[in-house]
């Protein structure tokens, strides 16, 4: 009798697994699963390399973000993730623009623009990084990020915006050493300057210029992180971004005014030289002329 029992046992243990792997599926399967289950966004984030997986993180952050309280914790920790993501799918950090900008300041550089310099991050085997994508990229970082940050993630906010920027103002001009040329030369100058300041035509949104320009200022500021070298770049850049918007406002707002430069001499532009279109090229030039 103890023979068979042990038997018995013997088979019931031997034949458990098939019976529960045939009861429609694998009871092991859910627990197989179920660290995979359990990892964070930043879990995730950790270890992701390739597009699915970022594109992933993207999905279930922004799942969070429909679904958690705005502003808080979680739903700021989601929209950090989310910004990260959208520049993972498309393999661009802020240590791409930061050692980009360390080759250009080498002495034997041949670059020294800093918009070519920044703007060839922007372009991945031979495409550009659609503007859309890194427009949400960094709305969700601006979001996601305050005071509180920590200097890594104020730095990716702040050199995400001055992608931005960069995208914004290279789709209309071209920047180079020798001067400012539109892309568009159909279109007036003040038609230019609304394709760069406001694309969308509807005031000032999260698509406007200048959310973008003090986004960057403030993180970058707030972060402290970049070698002086590059943080003068930057700062370039950003004061660039704060003379355009001066002379915009002139532009469009009476009262205000906007002063420049043309062969060493000053001139003024208000709202009244709006069609003026030599003066605001040159006002355009004067900005960019030392980028």
Not at 86 to 99: C, E, N, P, S
Request: proline share 2%.
């Amino acid at each position: 009798m103890r023979k068979i029992n042990i038997l018995i046992i013997r088979a019931s243990i031997f034949l458990l697994p098939v019976i529960l792997i045939g009861c429609g599926s694998n009871v092991f399967e859910g627990l197989a699963q179920k660290p995979e289950q359990n990892l964070t966004l930043q879990d995730k984030m950790d270890t992701a390399s390739t597009t699915e997986e970022f594109k992933e993180i993207a999905a279930d952050a922004t799942t969070v973000i429909q679904n958690t309280e705005e502003g808080s914790d979680e739903w700021k920790n989601a929209n950090r993730m989310l910004g990260k993501a959208i520049l993972g799918q498309h393999d661009v950090t802020a240590i791409d623009v930061v050692k980009n900008l360390l080759d250009s300041n080498k002495e034997d550089s041949s670059v020294t623009n800093v918009y070519d310099v920044i703007e060839d991050t922007l372009v991945k085997q031979g495409e550009r990084v659609a503007s859309t994508d890194l427009k949400l990229a960094a709305n969700a970082l601006n979001n996601g990020t305050d005071s509180n940050s920590s200097t890594s993630s104020q730095l990716i906010r702040g050199m995400a915006n001055a992608l931005v920027i960069i995208d914004m103002v290279t789709l209309v001009y071209d920047v180079s050493d020798d001067g400012v040329e539109p892309k568009d030369s159909n279109l007036s100058s003040i038609k230019q300057l609304d394709a760069l300041m406001d694309p969308d035509g509807n005031g000032v949104t999260s698509d406007s210029f200048i959310i973008y320009t003090n986004a960057a200022e403030e993180s970058l500021n707030a972060s402290n992180a970049l070698p002086d070298d590059e943080r003068e770049d930057i700062d370039r850049l950003i004061e660039n971004a704060d003379k355009v918007n001066n002379l915009y406002t002139a532009l469009k707002k009476d009262g205000e005014s906007f002063e420049y430069e043309k062969n060493a001499s000053p001139y003024t532009i208000t709202s009244a030289d709006i069609d003026d279109d030599t003066k605001i090229e040159d006002a355009i030039d004067w900005i960019f002329s030392t980028n």
